[in-house]
């Protein structure tokens, strides 16, 4: 087990402290000048007043970087950041990106969930005053992952990894709670289990944006690590929130509610149908991976890398319903 696991038994940070020295991504979108220390820092996008996001692209988990999409939101008093990257590398080119933007501190970094593209990059905030925040259950699912994910990102970095690089959250969540970083109120709702079994969301109460993670997607087809049909009943609930702007896990980083929720939800919905007909008709499941295709017009990308596995996760779950 990762020597800071203890910072879920005792609650007490860690006290290492990391200045960005190294950051790796040309900054296009925002022209003020980086500190001397960060002479190059994540490209970002301003997707409303005091919100950026650095948009990812689409690639497999540890077949490419800059995967998902991350970001933060400043405050008066200090920033939040949400999601932090496939590396430590990432992490520090987004703590450059904000030192283009604020010189006020970093204190809240949330993960939305325990995929690698999302929290690798951790380890570039850990320092007095950031607390780590995630779902309840988010310390058991990197603790069962946390072993091989510093496998698979050390054989693609080439060299060895040290085991720091999980960090683990200072502060769970379950249901709901508000944190304030200065005339901006942030809403932290943990989710059933939907995407996977530990999702948060974090929606700016100033600006009303939605930080959704890998609830929604955008182009990307959706990927299955929890529940199909709390997935859709996540998304159901959402949609009755009143939302200007929403950020997803993977896609375009600023779009409506009403115009990113539904690529997903019809993904979902229609995977669904399909595979509880071919249960009712006793069709096996390795029958089902090979026959059930997508259907609709999304055109998602990467389908060929994710589909036959989202319905392996969808038939696991629907052949034991009532």
Known sequence: M?????????????????I???????????????????PTSASIVQVTSGVYVRPGRHAVVFEGDRIANIGFIVGDRCVAVVDTGASVAEGQALDCAIREVTNLPVCYVFNTHVHPDHLLGNLAFERPGVEF??????????????????????????????????????RTVTGTVQLDIGDRVLTVRAHKTAHTDHDISI?????????????????????MDGSINGWIDELEAIAGKS????????????????????????????LRQKVRAWIASGGDLASAQDNIGEAGSE????????????????????????
Do not use: M
């Open 2 to 18: 990762p020597s800071n696991q203890h910072k879920i038994i005792d609650g007490r940070p860690l006290t290492t402290q990391l």
């Open 20 to 38: 960005c020295l190294l950051c790796v991504v040309s900054c296009s979108s925002v022209s003020a000048q980086a500190p001397a220390s960060c």
């Open 133 to 170: 925040i995630g779902h309840a259950k988010l310390p058991r699912a990197l603790a069962l992952r946390g072993d091989i994910y510093l496998q698979r990102a050390s054989a693609y970095e080439g060299r060895a990894l040290h085991e720091s690089i999980l960090v683990f959250p200072d």
């Open 203 to 223: 929606v700016d109460e100033k600006t009303r944006t939605a930080f959704l993670g890998d609830l929604i997607f955008l182009e990307h087809i959706p990927v």
């Open 243 to 270: 939302l200007a702007f929403v950020v997803p896990g993977h896609g375009p980083p600023r779009a409506s509610w009403s115009s990113s929720a539904g690529p997903t939800a019809r993904y979902l919905a229609d």
């Open 299 to 322: 055109d998602w990308l990467l389908l060929d890398r994710y589909h036959r596995r989202n319905v392996g996760t969808a038939y696991a779950e629907l052949e034991w319903e009532d």
